[in-house]
């Protein structure tokens, strides 16, 4: 199992001995009145794919506003689970939570100084993702709200991922703003007037950005997971060498769709109305073709989030997802923004990923008053426009 630390400045990575450590066992003592004007500090939890997170975040007490501060944030890895397969298997996915969910919410609270008693709230992501994966996390969040008897929040994934953009600007106002999230299940776009009020722009039809980076590196046996590994080849390619299909680039409604883009990548390589063939051995046409993708998937994202933002008219962008750290992608959206005087709200890799602390948001939700029941369920799946739309 490797645990990574998340930090919203600079990632460090530590590397356990492997063997897996039991939550503390902290006597529970009677329930305290906090004095109004200190800190809450809550456990946040993510299990919604193939991650395993916790953090441990500190903020104002509400009703009192602010943006939280990170204390810890540690993320367990199940990409060496998956990798033989080339993408994420639920069932495989969700027996992995059960194992490392204990473990680490132990490491968040050891690395924050913290123990069970200090926690005011906790906080979980329970919608969308993979419904044993979300069960899991949702199971423990429930168990340590009823126990330590505190307040329990629901998170929005796909919000969480846009919040981060504060976390990591704390100082800074960044909503309303237009956000785009962009990762292995999502690429969709929102009008964000508040970190809890968002109207859906639009989205992908049918592969994420992500979802098709996975799939492309599979063709070109470039393995899992495969953002960063079409990024690593990228750099030794042309990214001019491949006409690719950019699916609705020109088109006025705010949609994407990667799954036309893939099977191009498939044709290049073995031919029109191919099922298949050999990896290929060439390092130039992998390279190549590498480039040639990554640069197919920036060009629409960009293109998009540019109209969004001109006819929103909103000067602010937040951005984030897992792909959101490619460095191509990073390098486009700013110069975008640049050139139409918006301000960029885009959060460094640790944060762009899944993680634990961008269910941070769970603060302004207590300030809204917005606690869950302990009947609260998952609600799994993807978020897709509507046919026609």
Request: hydrophobic share 45%.
């Amino acid at each position: 199992m490797c645990v990574d630390e998340a930090d919203p400045g600079e990632p460090r990575h530590a590397q356990p001995d492997g063997t897996a450590e039991t939550l503390r066992r902290v006597p529970h003592p009677a329930p305290r009145t906090p004095h109004p004007d200190s800190q809450l500090v809550f456990l946040a939890l993510e299990t919604t794919c193939d991650e395993t997170a916790a953090a441990v975040l500190e903020g104002p007490r509400p009703p009192r506003a602010g943006v939280p501060r990170i204390r810890s944030s540690v993320v367990a890895s199940q990409v060496g689970l998956h990798q033989r397969y080339g993408g994420v298997v639920p069932e495989i996915a969700a027996r992995a939570h059960v194992r490392q969910i204990l473990p680490m919410i132990d490491e968040a609270l050891r690395r924050a100084a913290v123990a069970l008693p200090d926690l005011g709230a906790v906080a979980v992501a329970t919608r969308p993702g993979l419904v044993g994966a979300l069960v899991v996390g949702l199971t423990a969040a429930k168990a340590l709200a009823l126990a330590l008897e505190v307040p329990l929040v629901a998170v929005d994934h796909l919000e969480g991922h846009l919040y981060a953009c504060q976390l990591a600007y704390p100082d800074r106002e960044v909503y309303p703003c237009v956000g785009l999230v962009v990762s292995g299940g999502h690429t969709s776009l929102y009008l964000c007037r508040s970190p809890l009020e968002s109207t859906f722009l639009g989205g992908t039809t049918d592969d994420a950005a992500g979802e098709a980076f996975d799939k492309v590196a599979s063709l070109l046996g470039l393995g899992y997971p495969g953002g960063p590994a079409i990024e690593r080849a990228a750099e030794s390619g042309d990214r001019t060498a491949f006409a690719l299909p950019r699916s609705f680039l020109h088109d006025d409604r705010l949609i994407f769709s990667f799954s036309g883009l893939k099977t191009a990548v498939l044709y290049a390589l073995h031919g029109q109305n191919a099922r298949g063939g050999a990896i290929p051995q060439d390092p130039s046409l992998v390279g190549d073709l590498a480039a040639s993708f990554q640069e197919a998937v920036v060009d629409v994202l960009v293109a998009k989030t540019r109209q969004a933002l001109i006819r929103s008219q909103l000067k602010r962008l937040g951005v984030g997802g897992g792909v959101a750290a490619n460095s191509r992608f990073r390098d486009r959206i700013g110069a975008m923004a640049a050139e139409l005087g918006v301000e960029l709200f885009i959060p460094p890799p640790a944060l762009c990923t899944d993680n634990a602390a961008m269910a941070g948001i769970a603060l302004p939700k207590l300030c809204a008053g917005q606690v869950a029941e302990l009947e609260v369920d998952v609600t799994a799946g993807l978020i897709r426009p509507a046919r026609g739309a």
